[in-house]
C-alpha cells in the first residue's frame, strides 16, 4: 500500500499544480447546464417581418397597426415597411427578412364587400422554428382582426392567411448539416491542430523548431496551414458525404460547390489561427483536452447550428455575435439549404477573414522563441 500511496500522492500533487486544469473540470459542466439550458426551447422573438402594403386602404393600415403592436409587445417580430414586394422577397432570399407580410391591392375593398380577402406569408422555410412561429402569430393576427375594427358588422368573417413557402421543404437532418459540418472542422482543428502542437512540445519536438533560423511568423504560419489543410479535407469530406445523406437538392452543382469550398477554407484558417492562439503559451498537455469540451459547447450551441438564435436570452446572443461558429454556419445555411450567391454571405466571409488576421497576429506577438 505504501507503493500504491506514493502513485496517488504523486498524481494528486500533479493535478493541485495545474489551477486550469481543474477550473476546467469544475467549469465543463456549469458551462454545458447553462449554455444547453438555454439554446432549446425558449420562445423566438425580434424576427424581421417584411410588410407590403399594396393596398393602401383602412383595413390594411389596421393590418399594419397589429403588426405594430404585435412587434411593440410580444415582440415576436420587428417590421420593416417596404415598397415593392420584389426587394422584400429579395432581402428574404438573402437572408435580412425572416418573412413578408404581403397586402394585395384589393384587401380593403373586398374585405368591405365580404368577398373573402386574402393576406399573404412569404417565409423563409429553412428554419422551421421560426417558419412555425411567424405563421402561428400572423394567423392568430388575421384571425382578431373583426375585433379590432370599430364596424365589426361591416367586415366579416376573418381574412384568409396564404402562407408561401420560398424554399422546398428542409427536414430537420438538412438544417443540422451546416453545424455539422463546421463542428467536423473544428474537431480537426483541435485534433490535428492544437492537441498535435502541444504534444510536440511534451515531447520535446518542439525544441527542434526553434534552434533554427526559422522566424516566429513563418512557424506559426506553417503549424497553421498544415492544420487548416487537415481541417479543410475533414469539412469537404463531411459536406460531400452529408449532403448525400441529408438528401440535399442539386447538392453537386459546380458553382456551387466552389462557394462551399470557399467557405470552408476561410472558417477553417479562422478556427485553427483562433485555436494556436489559445494554446501558444499554454504547458500542460492535458489542458487542451479539457478546453476542448469547455469550447465545444460554448461555440457550438450558441452559433444557431440547432435551434434559432431569436430564442436566446441576449448574453447567449452576445456570445454570437463573436462567436466565429456563427458566421461559419449562417454561410452553409445559405448556401446548402437556400443556394445563394456569395453576396449573401459576403459579410460572414469578411467577418472569418478579419478575425483569421487578428487571431493569428495576437498569436504571432504571444509566441516565444524559448524551451
Do not use: C
Request: aromatic share 8%; no cysteine; net charge positive.
Amino acid at each position: 500500500m505504501q507503493r500504491t500511496w506514493a502513485i496517488i500522492e504523486r498524481e494528486l500533487r500533479r493535478f493541485r499544480r495545474s489551477p486550469m486544469l481543474i477550473l476546467m473540470s469544475l467549469m465543463l459542466p456549469i458551462v454545458q447546464l447553462v449554455i444547453l439550458g438555454y439554446a432549446f426551447g425558449g420562445a423566438v422573438k425580434h424576427l424581421n417581418l417584411g410588410v407590403v402594403d399594396q393596398d393602401r386602404g383602412a383595413y390594411a393600415l389596421k393590418v399594419q397597426e397589429l403588426t405594430g403592436a404585435v412587434a411593440a409587445n410580444a415582440s415576436t417580430f420587428d417590421t420593416v415597411r417596404y415598397a415593392d414586394i420584389g426587394a422584400a422577397v429579395t432581402d428574404l432570399r438573402e437572408g435580412r427578412l425572416n418573412g413578408v407580410l404581403s397586402i394585395p391591392t384589393d384587401f380593403s375593398r373586398r374585405t368591405l364587400a365580404k368577398d373573402g380577402p386574402h393576406l399573404a406569408l412569404i417565409e423563409d422555410n429553412t428554419d422551421n422554428f421560426v417558419a412555425a412561429t411567424l405563421a402561428a402569430t400572423l394567423g392568430s393576427l388575421v384571425s382578431a382582426l373583426p375585433q379590432a375594427v370599430k364596424h365589426v358588422e361591416r367586415v366579416g368573417a376573418a381574412p384568409l392567411l396564404d402562407v408561401v413557402e420560398v424554399y422546398p421543404y428542409v427536414p430537420y437532418i438538412q438544417y443540422l448539416l451546416p453545424g455539422s459540418i463546421v463542428m467536423s472542422i473544428f474537431m480537426m482543428v483541435m485534433i490535428g491542430g492544437g492537441i498535435i502542437f502541444m504534444d510536440d512540445k511534451a515531447r520535446g519536438l518542439h525544441e527542434g523548431y526553434l534552434v533554427t533560423p526559422i522566424t516566429k511568423f513563418e512557424l506559426i504560419l506553417g503549424f497553421n496551414l498544415s492544420g487548416a489543410i487537415k481541417a479543410v479535407i475533414s469539412g469537404s469530406v463531411l459536406m460531400t458525404l452529408g449532403s448525400v445523406i441529408a438528401g440535399v437538392p442539386d447538392a453537386f452543382e459546380p458553382m456551387r460547390l466552389v462557394r462551399l469550398f470557399l467557405v470552408i477554407v476561410v472558417t477553417a484558417i479562422a478556427l485553427v489561427s483562433m485555436m494556436f492562439l489559445l494554446m501558444v503559451r499554454m504547458s500542460d498537455p492535458l489542458l487542451p483536452r479539457a478546453l476542448f469540451g469547455v469550447l465545444n459547447t460554448l461555440l457550438y450551441f450558441p452559433s444557431g447550428a440547432v435551434y434559432p438564435q431569436q430564442a436566446f436570452p441576449g448574453w447567449m446572443r452576445a456570445i454570437a455575435k463573436v462567436d466565429p461558429f456563427t458566421y461559419a454556419v449562417h454561410a452553409l445555411k445559405s448556401l446548402l439549404l437556400k443556394n445563394t450567391g456569395l453576396a449573401a454571405v459576403s459579410f460572414d466571409l469578411v467577418y472569418l477573414s478579419v478575425f483569421a488576421l487578428l487571431t493569428l497576429g495576437a498569436a504571432t506577438l504571444l509566441f516565444k522563441r524559448t524551451l
